[in-house]
Each structure stands twice: as C-alpha cells, then as structure tokens.
C-alpha cells in the first residue's frame, strides 16, 4: 500500500484540497450517515474550520493515495485541566477501507500530538453497527457510552409544539454573547445542574462551572465567532437562574443550529422546566433567524427524559452513535502490531 500522510490546515487549504476533503466527507458520510442530509460544500468547510467548544487545539491529517485524498485524522484537546483525554475522529473513502489506510492515520495523528499528560484516546459520532465500530473494536477501543442523535427539522414542526407557558413564580431571560452581571453567578451554579445528566461508563466528566469559566466560555465563542445563545428560567422569588439551555451557530453555518446543554437544579425539576427553556429557544431563534432550517443535538440513549422532551418539541431521533475509549500506550502497541501485520511502514 503506498499512502502519503501529512498535515492538513483547512484555514489554509487551497479550494482544490477542500474540495477534495468535501468529497471524501460525502462519500463517507453516505455509508457511515445514511440518515443525515448531507452538507453544502460551505457548510462542510465551516464545519471543518470552527473549533468546537471547549477545544484549545485541533490538528488535522489527510490521506492521500495516487494523488487522491483518501482519508482524514482530526484530533482534539480540550483546554480543561481536569481532561486526561485526547480525542480523535478518524474518516476513510468507502472504496479504501480495509486496506490500514484508518490505522495508518490514528498512528501518526497521535505520534504528532504531544501526551501532555493526556493517557486517553477517545473516540465520538461512531455510527453504532457501522464499519467505524467494527474498526474501533478491531483496533482495541472500548464502548463506553451509547449517544442519540436527534434532529428537528424546522419546515417539518408545527411551530405549536414551542408555545409552552412558563409555570407561576418564573420567568424568562435571554441573551446573545455574555450573561448579565446580575445572574451571571446564578447562571453558574445552574450549569452545573448538568453534572446528573448521564454520561454512561465514559470517563467524561461534565467540568465544575464558576463565574471566571462562564465568561471564559463567552470569550472562546466570540474568539471562534460563534453566535452563542442563553435561555434561562429564573425563580422569581429568589430572583436566581435555577434552569437554562444553550445554543450556537457557527461560522459558514448559516442555516443550522446546534442545541448545547439544557439543565434544571435538582430542586426544581418536576416543574417542566427544561421543555419551556427549550421552546423559548425555538420561539427566539426562529423570530430573529428564519433561515434557520435544521437543529441537532446530543443524548444520552439512557437519557429517557431529555429524549422524551425532545420528541415533545419536534426533534426525530436520526442514529445511535457509540463513544469509545482506549488507553494510549495499549492502543499505540495495537496499532504497531496490526500496522506490522499489514506491512505498513
């Protein structure tokens, strides 16, 4: 097998080299995503682009086999200290698979990402009964989470199902960018309400939010120019945030939304309190950005509740999407030994 490995930068990648990775991301996404529309050439290279949230630093590397790109490495470190974590997204063209060019790739993306202290390799958005899970388990990752992918497809709802009234002694507040100085320590304590959601035997853990991660949280979004958005429940009586969710639209994503974490402190659960934050959002974003036509978001498939909060509001469960996990020094001697077995070099 002759592949060429190198760094890959999409800020600067000619419009031939996108090009390229548009079209091994279709013809893989086809066979790993059969379900998902498939993304405009400007979306794709948004997406490619945008950091996500939380990741400090991104690394790319392409594939390319007789001048042709054959695969894709992205790996990603998160800028929490607590994060023992490395995480690594691996694509291969359906017409090369099996032949090590995937093994070849997860090789040198972690042989060019420094450890740093960070001993786990993680894998996400594996398609679950795919051929990413059957490579993940050949290469020695282990399943730890089983993730819903869901989806609303804004044209598809009838806009009914977001008129959800707010219960007595609450109201809502809203914002674009940075929380108000007044509840913006309320806010706080409230994300970390999302430290029950379940996360299955994944070694993740939710990060502790305070009032200097919050703002940090809102200058990374301006940095990376995405439009973040807050909705919160406050309880009138204490004048506190006690439930919130949030959203984000990133660059070169004009028509999709990505729904982020929604959470209610233990105490005042029971009320429906995440259904109405997360109908308001669906109210405010539609009123200020109608060309917003698809909304997708995340869930644990052990997550009754927020599932069942999501069907309420129009969203469709699309796939199951495993997390995997592997020890980097187990994982860098397996790929050495299949990489031998396979004659790579």
Known sequence: MSVDIFPFDPDKASDAEL??????AIAAFSVDRPDAPKPGYDTFVGRLRAIPPG?????FWAARRQG??????????SRSEDDNSIVVDVRVHPELRRQGIGTALLR?????????G???????GVTAGGDGEQWIRARGFTVVQRVALQVLRVPEVDPALWEVPVPAGHRLEQWTGAAPDTLVESFA???GAIHDAPVGDSSYRHPHWSVPRVRQAEHDARRRGVEHRAVV?????SDAVVGLTELEIFPGMPDTAVQQDTAVLPRHRGRGLGRTVKAAMMRWLLAERPEICLVVTNVDAGNDYMTRVNHQLGY??????????????ALESRLSAVAWERGIR
């Open 233 to 237: 429940v406050v309880h009138e009586a």
């Open 55 to 59: 990741v400090d630093r991104q690394r």
């Open 118 to 124: 960070r001993e786990l390799i993680v894998g996400r």
């Open 316 to 329: 469709v469960t699309t796939r199951i999407m495993l997390t995997a996990e592997a020890a980097r020094g």
């Open 108 to 116: 040198r993306a972690l042989g060019g990402s420094p450890a740093e």
């Open 189 to 191: 304590r409230a994300r």
């Open 19 to 24: 090009r390229g990775q548009y079209d091994l």
């Open 68 to 77: 042709h790109p054959a695969g894709l490495a992205i790996t990603q470190v």
